[in-house]
């Protein structure tokens, strides 16, 4: 019966017991875990922008060196030499061997 006694007359649980100070932990409980805009789902949708950023500059990298390829394809020679090498095309009276290295 002391002991009941001891810690409802703390001041700890005082304060843990008053309304204003129970309402504002739940209320920090729902909007920092619960919340769909809590913290935990903003650092999620933070790490997904940071990925899709880097993904981009990687696209924007390989749209510059299409448009090179494409802005090279002009010339009809080089859009033949383009065709023989990475599209293994032959004219009519030509045979392709391929050769691959294993490393």
Do not use: G, H
Request: aromatic content about 12%.
């Amino acid at each position: 019966m002391e002991i009941i006694k001891k810690i409802k007359s703390s001041k700890f649980f005082k304060l843990i017991s008053n309304l204003y100070v129970l309402t504002s932990i739940v209320f920090f409980i729902w909007i920092f875990f619960i919340d769909s805009n809590s913290i935990l789902v903003n650092l999620k949708l933070k790490k997904e922008i940071n990925e899709l950023k880097e993904r981009k500059s990687l696209l924007e990298k390989q749209i510059k060196i299409d448009e090179s390829i494409i802005s090279n394809l002009n010339n009809p020679d080089s859009l033949e030499k383009y065709a023989r090498e990475k599209l293994y095309m032959k004219k009519d009276n030509e045979d392709i061997y391929i050769i691959e290295f294993k490393e």
